[in-house]
């Protein structure tokens, strides 16, 4: 069964200190992998995503993410984290036909 | 439109009573889902649509629940006999054609409280 795990419930960090969060998945084929983000009031958004290709992807506002298929792992990375990256993060694993979401990560970042 | 449009955006009901929620997905997206966001667990999957034909409603909790899509466009989610385990934010989203392979695009959700 697929499935999605985010280690890391809540997170709190000072202004300009470094991101991990970690992503772990369970799918049986080819995975299309997802980071999306979801600031205070408002909608969910895609921050990044992996299909195929350079295991290291980039996406908006510095964030990264490394694909690494051995670990099934992608774990979402930033240098350098402002207040405005105060929000809760999402993980997902792309099946056939939907997302499959882990439980979130709120990032809290203090100035 | 230029977005996901859902509404309400917020409806207090009572247990027991039916609720009708929309969504109006972006224009000339053929591929619609549901999910169900509830406190510290993440987003559920309910139901996606391919044009009007749901061939994955997998995620609907039971029997209560059910979805409609008419004209490849506008989807209701219909909740019948409420239950407080109901309460929730309902999530829209759409993309341009199915599979995973294409960026999904949510709305800002129908915050649903059961009292």
């Known amino acids: 069964a697929q499935s999605v795990s985010q280690h890391n419930h809540h997170v709190i960090l000072s202004e300009a200190a470094s991101l991990e969060l970690g992503c772990n998945y369970s799918y049986g084929g080819t995975v299309n992998l997802f980071w999306y983000v979801q600031y205070p009031g408002q909608h969910l958004q895609l921050l990044l995503k992996y299909f195929s290709g350079d295991p290291l992807v980039k996406g908006i506002k510095g964030f990264e993410a490394e694909f690494i298929k051995s670990k099934f792992s992608f774990n979402l990375r930033k240098p350098s984290v402002q207040w405005s990256d105060t929000a809760e993060y999402f993980c997902a694993v792309g099946g056939y036909n939907k997302l499959i979401f882990g439980a979130g990560t709120r990032l809290a970042v203090h100035p | 439109g230029a977005g996901v449009s859902q509404s309400p955006s917020n409806k207090v009901t009572e247990k027991g009573k039916d609720v009708e929620l929309r969504c109006d997905p972006i224009?000339?997206?053929?591929?619609l889902y549901w999910y169900r966001q509830s406190l510290g667990q993440g987003l559920e999957f309910l139901i996606y649509f391919q044009g009007n034909s749901a061939p994955d409603k997998s995620g609907l909790p039971s029997d209560r629940f059910s979805a409609e899509r008419t004209g490849g466009s506008v989807s209701t989610l219909t909740i019948q006999r409420t239950q407080q385990e109901d309460s929730a934010v309902y999530l829209c989203a759409s993309s341009y054609k199915g599979g995973s392979g294409n960026t999904i695009y949510f709305g800002e959700g129908s915050w649903l409280t059961v009292v």
């Open positions: 224009s000339g997206h053929t591929a």
